[in-house]
């Protein structure tokens, strides 16, 4: 079974321009979730999707950030313009249930975006 | 609100030893799950183990066990027989309802 799939793998850019990161989730799963993480922080919750319906975008920075997923498959990660503090890894993530107690409740993640602003 | 909290930003453990990663939550709520995720150097993100809050039994996974306790909240990982392949990241993480809660992580290093 393939994996969670993202693209690029690392993305260099100088701050006020925009990048975007791809998301293909495992067959089947119906909840995405993107996340930013800082070096040596946690992950932080950005956008979660349940098919193409947005769940939880409550620490999405929308003057800057868009996301969507058309078809309920793949998604989509923009930055415009970007600023430094936006140099992270940009993790997609997907899951098979959408309340994560349930079934196998499990995260599978993809091998992230690493994004460098200078 | 809830909130996890991993007190140990780093461990370290001599292979073939047992460390134990410390985590605790807060919640009002009484049915949740518990996680820990494990993020290898440059790696995907992978699931190690989880637990229900209902059930008592602690759970395990070959190598991997928790120790549950409720009332104080606290949900801690050991690993046993430590091994060079167990070095990374590690979360803790809440879950009681389409949200996750994360902690800031341990990161576990491993000395041959």
């Known amino acids: 079974e393939a994996g969670v799939a993202q693209s690029p793998r690392y993305k260099i850019i100088e701050k006020r321009q925009s990048v975007a990161f791809w998301c293909n989730p495992i067959?089947?799963?119906?909840?995405l979730y993107w996340y930013q993480q800082i070096l040596g922080q946690g992950p932080k919750l950005l956008i979660q999707?349940?098919?193409?319906?947005?769940?939880?975008d409550s620490q999405l920075p929308k003057d800057r950030f868009s996301a969507e997923r058309l078809k309920g498959v793949d998604s989509t990660l923009k930055i415009q313009p970007a600023k430094l503090e936006d140099s992270a890894v940009y993790l997609c993530?997907?899951?098979?249930?959408?309340?994560?107690?349930?079934?196998?409740?499990?995260?599978?993640f993809g091998e992230g975006s690493r994004l460098t602003v200078l | 609100a809830q909130t996890v909290t991993q007190s140990q930003p780093e461990m370290s453990v001599q292979e073939a030893e047992t460390v134990t990663l410390s985590c605790t939550y807060d919640?009002?709520?009484?049915?949740?799950?518990l996680f820990w995720y494990k993020q290898p150097p440059s790696r995907q993100m992978i699931l190690v183990i989880r637990?229900?809050?209902?059930k008592q039994q602690n759970a395990t996974e070959n190598r991997f066990s928790v120790n549950f306790q409720k009332a104080a909240k606290s949900f801690s990982l050991k690993i046993s027989d430590s091994q060079l392949g167990d070095a990374a990241m590690y979360f803790c993480?809440?879950?009681?309802?389409?949200?996750?809660?994360w902690g800031a992580g341990t990161k576990l290093i491993i000395k041959p």
């Open positions: 999707f349940q098919n193409n319906g947005v769940v939880d």
């Open positions: 919640t009002s709520e009484s049915d949740y799950y």
């Open positions: 993530a997907s899951s098979l249930v959408l309340m994560l107690g349930t079934g196998t409740g499990e995260l599978f």
């Open positions: 993480a809440y879950s009681s309802n389409y949200q996750l809660i």
């Open positions: 637990q229900e809050a209902y």
């Open positions: 067959s089947g799963h119906a909840t």
